[in-house]
């Protein structure tokens, strides 16, 4: 079994980054001793923790991320866990990986990952302000054409800002930021909770990382997993079973993972999980999964490089766990459904395949518009049979 001091060490000295130094006083010493531009801001935050020392993790961020999931676990699962080191790496990659050797368990996630992540946050916000002020608009008696243009120019100005920016993000040679004007079109109030899904989805990269350890994915050994008779036995009624019968065993893995992944991020695994917890965990999935669909190319299978499922498969699961954590809750007055939610960002989906088919293809493929993404909106929330939400009176 790994123990943490192994783990730790061995991140670093793969990685070849000094062991006593957060992740962001490292990339601000190698930016700085490489080009001379200090980093330090005036208000001196986050590069300024010389005090601050890896424990867990390289990053600040990463070890609350980790706490936070950890909680979540059964206790049986929870040792494992604990002897994990998950680190911040300085890579070009959209990628985030679990792997083990002797006694050392990582997981680890890159800058670049994170960076994309905010990219297809700031994205989704501009796709949910530009549909609400649609509904608004609708309400009215006399519709304005001004307004519903102005909105359609916000619903695709995030897409051609990401096609301009995709070919430095997937180069694995280059760790590239890019998202200054997407987060400048974010209004200011909106901007917590832009944050806020960044931090689901690197919360959501993690738990399949720890998934992957947990389910012995990392180490033979482990193949009779605690984790995976808990997980298997919770799928048992869902279709995620007949998702998985075509798929290869790497893939399978990948769904399982995911799974697994989505019970933590919502805290399902020791109790009924509260609708902010499924929130979270399918705001980080689907955002996770997106994002890395949309840059990687996986929405269908892939015949040369199989080990990922394809996108659409692994959204379903998604659905599947946001369906099995729900199941005949009603409706909560202030907080909606989850269901809703889950149709949302399917759209959202919908729409990122079709700015990438677009772009490959306009010939054959035209560019969804406002009207087309409310429409379907409005189709899901029909087929949506949620139970009445419950009466106080
Ligand atoms: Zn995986």
């Known amino acids: 079994m790994a123990t943490l001091k192994h783990s730790r060490g061995k991140f670093f000295h793969t990685h070849k980054m000094p062991p006593d130094r957060s992740f962001w006083r490292y990339f601000h010493d190698t930016v700085e001793s490489q080009t001379g531009i200090s980093l330090v801001s005036k208000s001196g935050n986050r590069f300024?923790?010389?005090?601050?020392?890896?424990?867990?993790?390289?990053?600040?961020q990463l070890t609350f991320v980790l706490e936070g999931l950890t909680l979540n676990l059964l206790d049986d699962w929870k040792a494992l866990a604990r002897n994990l080191f998950v680190?911040?790496?300085?890579?070009?990659?959209?990628?985030?990986?679990?792997w083990s050797e002797k006694q050392a368990g990582i997981v680890e996630i890159t800058l670049q990952y994170t960076h994309v992540l905010g990219a297809y946050a700031a994205t989704y916000n501009e796709y949910y302000q530009s549909i609400r002020g649609l509904m608004e608009v609708l309400t009215k008696v006399e519709s304005d054409d001004d307004v519903v243009a102005a909105l359609t120019a916000r619903l695709e100005r995030p897409w051609k800002e990401i096609r301009n920016q995709q070919d430095q993000w997937k180069d694995p040679k280059l760790i590239y930021g890019g998202c200054a004007s997407l987060f400048s079109w974010v209004d200011p109030s909106r901007l917590p909770l832009v944050e806020e899904m960044v931090l689901s989805a690197e919360a959501f990269a993690v738990a399949h990382e720890?998934?992957?350890?947990?389910?012995g994915h990392t180490n033979t050994k482990r193949e009779k997993s605690s984790a995976r008779r808990v997980l298997h036995e919770a799928v048992r009624a869902t279709s995620i079973p007949?998702?998985?019968?075509?798929?290869?065993?790497?893939?399978?893995q990948e769904i399982e993972a995911d799974a697994l992944a989505f019970l933590i991020c919502a805290n399902a695994l020791r109790g009924t999980p509260t609708f902010p917890e499924i929130y979270n965990a399918l705001a980080g999935s689907a955002l996770a999964l997106i994002?890395?669909?949309?840059?990687?190319?996986?929405?269908?299978?892939?015949?040369?490089?199989?080990?990922?499922?394809?996108?659409?498969?692994?959204?379903?699961?998604?659905?599947?766990?946001?369906?099995?954590?729900?199941?005949?809750?009603?409706?909560?007055?202030?907080?909606?459904?989850?269901?809703?939610?889950?149709?949302?960002?399917?759209?959202?989906?919908?729409?990122?395949?079709?700015?990438?088919?677009?772009?490959?293809?306009?010939?054959?493929?035209?560019?969804?518009?406002?009207?087309?993404?409310?429409?379907?909106?409005?189709?899901?929330?029909d087929k949506l049979e949620l139970p009445g939400a419950e009466d106080d009176a």
């Open 87 to 98: 680190g911040r790496i300085l890579d070009g990659e959209i990628n985030a990986k679990a």
């Open 210 to 215: 720890l998934s992957h350890h947990l389910l």
């Open 291 to 381: 994002a890395a669909a949309h840059l990687n190319d996986d929405w269908i299978p892939d015949e040369i490089a199989p080990s990922h499922p394809a996108f659409f498969d692994r959204m379903q699961v998604i659905a599947e766990m946001t369906t099995l954590t729900t199941a005949g809750r009603p409706e909560d007055n202030e907080l909606g459904h989850p269901l809703g939610f889950l149709a949302q960002l399917q759209t959202f989906a919908g729409l990122a395949l079709n700015a990438f088919l677009h772009q490959n293809d306009p010939e054959n493929y035209r560019r969804v518009n406002l009207l087309d993404v409310a429409s379907h909106l409005t189709e899901l929330a």
């Open 48 to 60: 300024t923790f010389a005090d601050w020392k890896p424990e867990r993790s390289n990053c600040e």
């Open 242 to 252: 007949q998702i998985m019968l075509p798929m290869n065993p790497s893939q399978r």
